[in-house]
C-alpha cells in the first residue's frame, strides 16, 4: 500500500493545476518581447521591472526595494490571470482565446489600472502589449497541452 494520498481530480483542482503550471510558464515567458526589444536598444532592463514594484510600493524611489516588491507583484497577476484562463478557456482553439483573453488583460492592466501608477504608464506600451500576447501564448499552450494529455489525445 502506498504511503501517498490519492486525491479525486475534482474541476476545481484541475483548474487550479492548470493554474499553476500555466501562470508558471506565463511568468516566466510573457517578459520576452519587452526583454528583447529592451536588449536590442541597449536600454535598461530594470524599468519594467521597477515600474511593477512601484504597484505594490507607490512612493518608493529606490531600485532595490522597488525590484523586491514587482516579485510578488509579478507572479500574483501571471498566476491570478492563469486562474482566470484556465477556468474560462474553451475546449478548442484554447491558444487563441488566451491570446484574445490576454489582450483583454492588457486593457485592463495597461489602460485602465496600469494609468494610475505613473512608472507603468511611461513604460514602452506596445512592448507591454506584446508581453500580453506571449502571456496569453503561454498559458494558453499550455493548458491546451494539460487538458490533451488528460484526454489522452495526441497534442499536435
Not at 42 to 52: F, H, I, K, M, V
Not at 137 to 148: F, T
Amino acid at each position: 500500500m502506498s504511503n501517498r494520498a490519492t486525491y479525486a481530480a475534482t474541476p476545481l483542482t484541475v483548474a487550479l493545476a492548470d493554474a499553476l503550471a500555466a501562470g508558471a510558464a506565463g511568468a516566466i515567458l510573457s517578459a520576452v518581447p519587452s526583454t528583447t526589444v529592451t536588449l536590442l536598444r541597449r536600454e535598461s532592463l530594470l524599468d519594467g521591472a521597477t515600474a511593477a514594484g512601484t504597484i505594490l510600493l507607490p512612493s518608493e524611489r529606490r531600485t532595490l526595494p522597488l525590484l523586491a516588491a514587482a516579485v510578488p507583484v509579478h507572479l500574483a497577476l501571471s498566476f491570478g490571470w492563469a486562474a482566470v484562463l484556465s477556468a474560462l478557456l474553451p475546449r478548442r482553439a484554447t491558444v487563441p482565446a488566451a491570446v484574445g483573453g490576454a489582450l483583454a488583460i492588457a486593457a485592463f492592466d495597461l489602460e485602465l489600472v496600469g494609468r494610475a501608477f505613473p512608472r507603468v504608464r511611461a513604460l514602452p506600451q506596445g512592448r507591454q502589449w506584446a508581453d500580453h500576447v506571449a502571456y496569453g501564448l503561454a498559458v494558453g499552450a499550455v493548458v491546451r497541452r494539460r487538458r490533451l494529455g488528460r484526454s489522452g489525445a495526441s497534442a499536435r
